[in-house]
């Protein structure tokens, strides 16, 4: 409904309300992704049944992301997301089809969210998740600045290395449910560092393209460990309440992305797009500060 809102909207009030309709409707949906990893499958393959999931959105990414910056140029953006209303069409049916019928849950006492947070490391984690996913949304809305200004990457070669950003996101999907088991407190901790690492070799080594595309990879496959690993930390934190802990790992996604995405314009504008990318990777590394001391050993 919203893409074809925003592919008939004759101005911009439509436009907004269409994205209001759709950050509801995806908020909705990611709350529900841990309760329902629970519920399908037994509790020791939780990580893995939420890395399939969030390889979805990483093959996704991969098709949709370089083909709509390639059409966009060609054809316009109102055809592109007419296209997206197809495929959200077809993925509501496909659900509909293959999805089991699961039990209704009673309602829950009082606030759960509350209950949540006040449990042992919440707090440390919320603060954690919101350095590290501000960061990481910054870097990721100004990357097409970053490719043009500093890498002199051309459109067709944007596409190019969005395409390899997203294939190794995939890559970092598949790979981050023997990391996880094998150290979830380490894939927390450590992966936002990488994630920094590449965020500074992408602005202080610039006008070399095999190393920007080479840091791009670093970045998919870093960056694709950390949701999966999250998710896998609220779920076990408040298994019993998971619907409660996805909706506020949701919240606090959405509140990142506002973060990072407002707090990077602010910065574009004014100092450019080496401070956007210098400040993203300073918010990364100070994540591991407090990722270390928040209870991420469960």
């Not at 953006?77 to 993925?91: C, D, E, Q, S």
């Not at 067709?156 to 390899?164: C, G, H, K, Q």
């Not at 694709?224 to 779920?235: C, E, F, I, K, R």
């Not at 408040?238 to 992305?257: D, K, M, Q, R, T």
Request: glycine letters at 8%.
């Amino acid at each position: 409904m919203s893409n074809l809102m925003v592919a008939f909207a004759p101005g911009f009030p439509l436009l907004i309300a269409a994205r209001l309709i759709l950050g509801i409707a995806v908020g909705g949906l990611w709350s529900m992704v841990p309760a329902l990893a629970l519920r399908l499958v037994p509790p020791s393959h939780v990580s893995k049944a939420l890395a399939i999931i969030f390889a979805g959105v990483s093959v996704a990414t991969v098709a949709m992301l370089p083909l709509a910056t390639a059409l966009e140029t060609k054809v316009g953006w109102r055809p592109i997301f007419l296209g997206f209303a197809v495929f959200g069409v077809l993925a509501a049916l496909g659900q509909t089809l293959t999805l089991p019928r699961l039990p209704v849950a009673l309602p829950p006492r009082g606030l759960p969210v509350l209950r949540v947070i006040k449990r042992p490391g919440i707090a440390l984690a919320i603060g954690t998740m919101l350095l590290c996913f501000s960061g990481h949304f910054a870097l990721y809305t100004y990357v097409r600045p970053m490719l043009q200004q500093i890498a002199h990457f051309s459109a067709d070669e944007i596409a190019s290395v969005l395409l390899l950003y997203g294939l190794s996101n995939l890559i970092g999907n598949l790979l981050s449910v023997r990391l996880l088991r094998a150290s979830l407190q380490g894939t927390l901790v450590f992966m936002p560092i990488a994630l920094a690492t590449a965020a500074f070799a992408l602005v202080l080594v610039s006008g070399h393209k095999l190393f920007t595309a080479a840091m791009m990879v670093v970045w998919g496959m870093a960056y694709a460990t950390l949701p999966v690993g999250w998710s896998t930390w609220m779920a076990r934190s408040a298994p019993e309440e998971a619907e409660a802990a996805g909706g506020l790992y949701v919240a606090i996604s959405n509140l990142a992305v506002v973060i990072g995405v407002a707090a990077g314009g602010v910065l574009f504008d004014f100092k450019g797009i080496r401070v956007v990318f210098a400040t993203a990777g300073v918010s990364l590394v100070l994540s591991t500060l407090v990722a270390r001391r928040a209870s991420v050993t469960h």
